[in-house]
């Protein structure tokens, strides 16, 4: 039971034109959801992260949007750059003392020049 | 210490041997998370730990798997009797609280022969 789902396996943008990740979530008990990023051979990285009493987060060049009622999720990239090439996980948790973290299954994203 | 800490980086084990797989968390965080990624897949959730709570087990594939977290620090994840399907990258991660970002190791990369 995939409980966090990443549809897209990757994703093609031009440099300076917006990335849209996409993510979406079954529980809707889930309340707190973060994005990561990974490059090979590394542990995945922090990006941002949105509580459920938000719809939208903004760090930088970065926004996550949360739609609750569609249980959808999506980070905006903008402008994209090359460095930003890399896998995009998106995790969903609850709040409270079960903090189990659920990750969905990545979107490769590569950025061209 | 200054991040998540994960020995060794690399194992080559044969297979039908024991291996065990080492994290140390960020000082001070009561949660910690074990997830595996094999070849092409996404973040596959295995075990967490949260302070003195029982864990929970629900992600470990076999009971070949067991983690245990020693004095609410350092955790050790071990399998036995490794079979191949068990090459993956495995990843920890720890966390303060259950509303803040989880930070990553580098991982462990078992390969199994």
């Known amino acids: 039971d995939q409980q966090v789902k990443q549809n897209s396996p990757s994703l093609s943008v031009q440099e300076g034109r917006i990335s849209i990740l996409n993510c979406d979530y079954t529980?809707?008990?889930?309340?707190?959801f973060l994005w990561y990023k990974k490059y090979p051979a590394e542990g995945p990285t922090f990006l941002i992260s949105i509580s459920s009493i938000k719809d939208k987060n903004e760090d930088g060049r970065f926004t996550v949007f949360l739609n609750k009622s569609a249980k959808h999720l999506s980070l905006h990239i903008v402008p994209s750059q090359p460095g930003d090439s890399a896998v995009y996980f998106c995790?969903?948790?609850?709040?409270?003392?079960?903090?189990?973290?659920?990750f969905g299954q990545g979107t490769t994203l590569q950025v061209k020049p | 210490g200054a991040g998540v800490s994960q020995s060794p980086s690399n194992k080559v084990t044969e297979k039908g041997k024991d291996v065990e797989l080492r994290c140390d968390p960020i000082?001070?965080?009561?949660?910690l998370y074990w997830y595996r990624q094999s070849l092409g897949q996404g973040l596959e959730f295995l075990i967490y730990?949260?302070?003195?709570?029982?864990?929970?087990k629900s992600g470990l594939p076999s009971d070949r798997f067991s983690a245990e977290r020693t004095g609410g620090s350092v955790s050790t994840l071990t399998i036995q009797r490794t079979q191949q399907e068990d090459s993956a990258v495995y990843l920890c991660?720890?966390?303060?609280?259950?509303?803040?970002?989880?930070?990553f190791g580098q991982g462990t990369r078992l390969t199994v022969v």
């Open positions: 529980n809707s008990m889930f309340d707190y």
């Open positions: 000082s001070g965080h009561t949660a």
């Open positions: 730990f949260q302070g003195n709570s029982a864990p929970d």
């Open positions: 995790a969903a948790t609850f709040s409270g003392n079960t903090g189990k973290l659920i």
């Open positions: 991660a720890s966390r303060w609280d259950t509303n803040t970002e989880a930070f």
